[in-house]
């Protein structure tokens, strides 16, 4: 999921989050309450914002659903720009683009 800090705030891209779908997988739609729910501001058309204040909750539920085996690296790793210094806590669930 394409992220980017801005102001101790984390975003993630719009295009990479995941969808509620009525009739989709349990596990995705979790998977979506489960980041909505931690999410500082979810609007539909924009990207999600993560305060830095539940940066180790969100590192520890993307561990997790990466490790479930149900969705890809590319659904639940933070992916950064090469010129970002990606912070410890989030380090383990990270990539540079």
């Known amino acids: 999921m394409q992220s980017y800090l ?17 009739n989709a997988s349990i596990v995705r739609n979790n998977y979506f309450w489960a ?17 830095q204040e539940v940066w180790f909750a969100l590192s520890r539920m ?3 659903f990466t490790n479930s085996g149900y969705l890809g690296y590319s659904e639940t790793i933070l992916e950064f720009s090469e010129d970002i210094i990606i912070p410890d806590v989030l380090r383990q669930v990270s990539s540079k683009l």
């Open 6 to 22: 801005q102001d101790n705030i984390l975003y993630i891209n719009k295009k990479d989050l995941p969808e509620y779908k009525k």
């Open 35 to 51: 980041l909505k729910s931690i999410s500082g501001y979810s609007p539909p058309s924009a990207d999600w914002e993560f305060e």
């Open 62 to 64: 993307l561990l997790f």
